[in-house]
C-alpha cells in the first residue's frame, strides 16, 4: 500500500469515516472504523496530516491523535462544507475534509488543552443555568400575571412576588397553582446559589491566569467576559489584527455586493456567539455610567446613532482592545485626554 500523506477523520460517536490519500492526490484508504478501533488503526500509521472538522468532541481526537504523532488540524465546517461533492454523508464529508485541510490558504481552528476546554466548558454549564432561571422567572411572573399580580421587570423585583406567595393571608393565587409556584420559587433560589458558587469559581480561576489579569482591566470587562475571553481565544496571534478579531467574533457590518456595489447591512453574527453577547452586555453597561457622557467618541455616537447600535460599536472597539492586550501581554492604559 503507498504511503498515506494526508486524511480527512469524519468524526461521529460510534462509527467514523476516514478518506487518505498519498504525495499525488490519489486515494489509498476509504474506510468506517468503530470507535474503539480508531486509535489503534492511526498508532499502526507513519505519522501524517489529520484534518478534522471542529465540532463536539473534536479537540479530545485531535489530543489523542497529536500524541500518536500525527499532525491534527481542526478546520471550521463551514470552510469544509465547500468541498463536498453532490449527496451529503459521511464518507462524502471525510473526502471534502482531506481536500480542505491540504488547502494553503485555509485557516484552522486552535487545538485546546484539557484545562483549556475545561476552563470554557464551566461557562456553558453557567450559561445553561442562567437560562434556566430566565426560564423560571418568566415562568412565575407570566402565571401570577393571570391574577393581577404585576412588578416592576428585572430579577430583583421577583422578592416581591416570594413576598405575596408566602403571605398566608393572601388568597389571590388559589390552589393547586399557588403550591406549585412556591416549588418554582424554590428551584430558582437553588439555581442562583448555583450559580453564585460557578461564579466564584471562575474569578478563583481567573486570579491565577495572566490573560485574565491583563482584560480586566479593560473598561466592560468584568470576571465572566475576561475569563471566556481567556479561555476561549487560544491563539490571538493567529489573527493578523484587532480588526480581523473583531470580524471573528460576528462585529462587523454583513457585506452583500456585486458590481462594484457593496452594501453594508446589519452585524454578521459569526463566531462565537456567546463572546459577542458578553461583549455587548459590558457595553451597554459602559453606556450607562458617566464615562459615555465623558467620551468624546461616545457621546458623539449617542447624539446620532440609537443606543444599541452604539453598543455594538463599543464592543467591537472592546474587542479590538483586548486582542491587543492579549497578543502584548499588558494591563490597558487609557490614552491622555486631548488638549
Not at 492526490?25 to 489503534?40: K, M, N, P, T, W
Not at 463536498?84 to 485555509?106: L, T
Not at 402565571?143 to 416570594?162: D, K, Q, S, Y
Not at 460576528?250 to 463566531?271: H, M
Request: proline fraction near 4%; charge should be positive; charged fraction near 25%.
Amino acid at each position: 500500500m503507498k504511503q498515506i500523506i494526508t486524511i480527512g477523520l469524519d468524526i461521529a460517536k460510534q462509527v467514523f469515516e476516514v478518506h487518505g490519500v498519498d504525495g499525488q492526490g490519489a486515494v489509498v484508504v476509504r474506510r468506517s472504523l468503530r470507535r474503539g478501533q480508531l486509535i489503534g488503526w492511526f498508532a499502526k500509521l507513519a505519522p501524517c496530516l489529520v484534518g478534522i472538522e471542529a465540532c463536539a468532541t473534536a479537540h479530545h481526537w485531535a489530543r489523542e491523535l497529536g500524541e500518536l504523532g500525527h499532525s491534527v488540524k481542526l478546520i471550521p465546517p463551514a470552510y469544509a462544507k465547500a468541498y463536498v461533492r453532490r449527496n451529503k454523508n459521511d464518507a462524502a464529508d471525510a473526502a471534502a475534509i482531506c481536500e480542505a485541510v491540504s488547502r494553503p490558504s485555509m485557516r484552522f481552528v486552535a487545538i485546546k488543552s484539557k484545562e483549556q476546554q475545561a476552563a470554557a466548558g464551566i461557562h456553558r454549564v453557567r450559561e445553561l443555568l442562567m437560562k434556566q432561571r430566565t426560564m423560571t422567572l418568566n415562568t412565575v411572573r407570566s402565571l401570577m400575571a393571570e391574577f393581577g399580580i404585576v412588578v416592576r421587570e428585572g430579577p430583583r423585583h421577583v422578592v416581591e412576588l416570594e413576598a405575596i406567595l408566602a403571605d398566608p393571608q393572601d388568597e389571590r393565587v388559589p390552589e393547586p397553582l399557588h403550591g406549585g409556584l412556591l416549588k418554582l420559587v424554590e428551584i430558582l433560589r437553588g439555581l442562583e446559589s448555583r450559580i453564585a458558587v460557578i461564579d466564584k469559581a471562575i474569578v478563583t480561576a481567573g486570579r491565577d491566569n495572566a490573560i485574565f489579569r491583563h482584560l480586566i482591566t479593560i473598561p466592560g470587562y468584568g470576571p465572566i467576559l475576561s475569563s471566556a475571553m481567556a479561555a476561549m481565544v487560544i491563539d490571538p496571534k493567529a489573527f493578523k489584527n484587532g480588526r480581523h478579531f473583531a470580524a471573528s467574533l460576528g462585529l462587523v457590518p454583513r457585506q452583500e455586493g456585486t458590481g462594484g456595489k457593496v452594501k453594508l447591512g446589519p452585524i454578521s453574527k459569526r463566531g462565537n456567539g456567546y463572546l459577542r453577547r458578553l461583549l455587548v452586555n459590558g457595553a451597554m453597561a459602559i453606556l450607562a455610567t458617566k464615562r459615555a457622557k465623558q467620551d468624546p467618541w461616545l457621546a458623539r455616537l449617542l447624539a446620532t446613532k440609537k443606543r444599541k447600535l452604539v453598543a455594538v460599536a463599543l464592543a467591537n472597539k472592546m474587542a479590538r482592545i483586548g486582542w491587543a492586550l492579549m497578543t502584548r501581554q499588558q494591563d490597558f492604559c487609557a490614552l491622555p485626554a486631548a488638549a
